[in-house]
């Protein structure tokens, strides 16, 4: 079992930067894969990026996303951040940690290989 609380939302002009973090409670968070998503008013929930257990060395990304945002983990600290740059507005959506502690796969993109969900966090930027 594990909890995810997400942080770091806000409002941001176009061209700006946010850093999101998830903090995880329980044990074993390095065995956990983990993974960020998005859903905006009206849109289904969408894959942002995941990255693998343990030492976080294999990573996805959606295609929208490549480039401008870096997932990363610190096991340490049972954290989960995603740092977003070049925010667009079509950036803008509420954003969701989920982690699953099942392998394979890896990297996971589709929310059904996800146990467990974090709140959200609102994103929202402005044009």
């Known amino acids: 079992q594990v909890s995810l609380v997400e942080s770091g939302g806000g409002l941001v002009q176009a061209g700006g930067s946010l850093r999101l973090s998830c903090a995880a409670s329980g044990r074993s968070f390095s065995m956990y894969r983990m993974g960020w998503f998005r859903q905006a008013v009206g849109k289904e929930r969408e894959f942002v990026s995941g990255?693998?257990?343990?030492?976080?060395?294999?990573?996805y990304y959606s295609d929208s996303v490549k480039g401008r945002f870096t997932i990363s983990r610190d096991n340490a600290k049972n954290t989960v951040y995603l740092q977003m740059n070049s925010l667009k507005p079509e950036d803008t959506a509420v954003y969701y940690c989920?982690?699953?502690?099942?392998?394979?796969?890896?990297?996971?993109?589709?929310?059904?290989?996800?146990?467990?969900w974090g709140q959200g966090t609102q994103v929202t930027v402005s044009s």
């Open positions: 990255i693998s257990r343990s030492d976080g060395s294999t990573i």
């Open positions: 989920a982690a699953d502690g099942r392998t394979p796969p890896l990297v996971a993109s589709d929310p059904n290989l996800f146990r467990y």
